[in-house]
Structures are given as C-alpha cells and as structure tokens.
C-alpha cells in the first residue's frame, strides 16, 4: 500500500532533484528519504529515479507518473480543507518575507488589519530585498516580484499586470526639468538599485511594440528598494519603480508620472509557498486580502496615452 509520506517524498525530491535537501525540508535523514523512495519503486516496480554520486534526475517513468502523485497529493490537500474545523483555521505562527518598499509601505498596513480580525495568530514578519529560498530559510510564505517560471514552488498570483514606471518629485521637476524624451531621461539623475551585487542602470520601456533600453546613470545608489523610494519623493532623481510601490505616492502628489506614453516592464507579484502543505486557510485568507488591495491599485495604473 502507499504510503502519503512516502509519495509526499518522491514529489519534493523531483522538484528539489536532490534527497538531502528534501530531507532537510522534511526534517529526515537522507538515508529515510532513500528508503521512502525505494519503497515506492517496489510498489510500482518502476524505478522513479536515476541516482549517481553526483546528480540525481527522474526516470521517463517518474517524469510519467509525477502529475498523478502531484494531483493526489491536491486532491488530499483540497478534500483535508474542506473537512479542517474553522476554530484552527486562523491561529499559530506564520513566518512572512516582503521586500524592503512593497512590505513597509503597502504590506505592513494589511499585516496590521489582518491581525486585528484573527488575534489568535501572530505574524512575524522579515523585511529584505534579498530573494528569500523558502526552502532553506525560516519563513512560511514570501510574497516575491518577478515571473514565475520555478516550478519548483507553488506560486499565488497577487499582481500580475503590474508594471515599472517612471516617476520623480514635484521638487526634482522644479529644479531639473520634465524629461520628454528618451534621450532627455537618460540625462536626468537615476536612482539606480543594486541586487546581489547587479547595479539596474538599463530601464526597459515599451512604445507600439517596441522595446527601448535606455542606459542611465546617478549619483545615488543602493541595494534597499525603500531607500531609493524615499530618495525620490525627496526630490534626489527619478526612479523607475513598481506602480504598487509608489501609487500613493502619485496619488498624494508626492510623485509625478514621467513619460505616461511608455509602458515600464512587467513585473508580476506572487505570493510563494515551498509547496502546497503550506497553503492553509490562514494562507489563503491573507492572500485574498492582498490581492483585493493590489486589484484596486493595478486599477489606478496609468495606461499608455
């Protein structure tokens, strides 16, 4: 007979190709993940992986069979949600990491709210720029810019037409000038941002189809996403930011749309969890509060004239 644990194994192992590492996931010894896996292969009488010393991959049979153990696995998850008694839906510890601008300025104020309606659950909550591993490090759930393409993890779609744009203080303008041009921005003072270690000092902006890279250059720089915020709302330079960043900010007056007839890249917000176990109801709950916030700022963005 199967056991849950066992096909919960094999799944992790083929997204992570690795025993140790899921083992270290689950909390096990490789050698127990081993075993769960041969046990599995006995059962089947296929063998699932191809295992050297050095790398380990799935077999035609284990890339064959692996949708079926992943949509088991949901289905068990989904059924275990409906039959979950509400008075532990929305209690315990859930560990969160938020970028440095979106969890200050947008995601602390839901935090706060959320909390309020559930007192039983605490929240603690890591702010950073650095792209979180959720499989290694302590955290839950981490909410994650960019697109999804590691199918490694589970991801929720928050943002997904979220893009950059252009901005810069009313102060900056005043003393600088509005760049009209493509050419007249990158002669403007950019607030450039730098991520493990890879200065953003090429913008990519759309016209009508066509992409535009636009090579720019500051005298201020920083690898905090909040500094560069502040930076520009203090009239420092113009920042190519996410509109969920800075939409307050446009709308207080604080920041200026620039250049409102190109459109900045895309840049999806996700909400990331190391694999559907995490998806509680507490989990879910959030999400859909998140999402509502990020749907009625994405329909503020301006569109391109």
């Known amino acids: 007979m199967l056991r849950l644990e066992d096909l919960t194994l094999f799944v992790r192992a083929a997204a992570l190709n690795s025993f140790s590492e899921t083992a270290r996931e689950a909390g096990l010894q490789p050698a127990q993940v081993s075993t769960a896996i041969k046990r599995l292969e006995k059962i089947l009488n296929v063998r699932l992986f191809a295992r050297s010393t050095r790398s380990l991959r799935l077999t035609p049979e284990g890339e064959n069979w692996l949708p079926y153990a992943i949509q088991a696995l949901q289905a068990l998850e989904a059924g275990y949600e409906q039959i979950r008694p509400a008075s532990d839906e929305v209690r315990g510890v859930l560990q969160i990491a938020v970028p440095s601008d979106l969890g200050r300025n947008l995601l602390l104020s839901i ?48 943002a997904p037409n979220n893009r950059r744009i252009l901005v810069a203080s009313p102060a900056y303008i005043e003393r600088h000038g509005e760049p009209k041009t493509l050419a007249e921005l990158a002669q403007h003072n950019a607030l450039t941002y730098v991520l493990r ?109």
């Open 197 to 305: 270690g890879r200065l953003f000092d090429k913008w990519t902006l759309t016209q009508d189809g066509n992409l535009h890279h636009i090579a720019v250059k500051g005298s201020m720089m920083s690898d905090d996403a909040e500094v560069i915020h502040r930076l520009a709302v203090s009239g420092e330079g113009i920042a190519f930011k996410s509109w969920l960043d800075v939409s307050e900010d446009v709308a207080a007056g604080r920041l200026k749309v620039l250049l409102p007839q190109y459109q900045g890249d895309v840049v999806p917000l996700n909400l990331i969890c190391p694999h559907r176990k995490q998806l509680s109801a507490t989990v879910r709950l959030l999400h859909e509060m998140v999402k509502q916030r990020c749907d009625a700022l994405l329909a503020t963005l301006p569109t391109r004239n």
């Open 111 to 158: 935090f706060q709210k959320f909390r309020a309606q559930h007192p039983a659950l605490q929240l603690r909550v890591l702010f950073s720029d650095q792209v979180t591993d959720v499989f290694k490090d302590p955290v839950d759930v981490a909410f994650r810019y960019g697109v999804n393409d590691d199918a490694s993890y589970v991801a929720l779609p928050l």
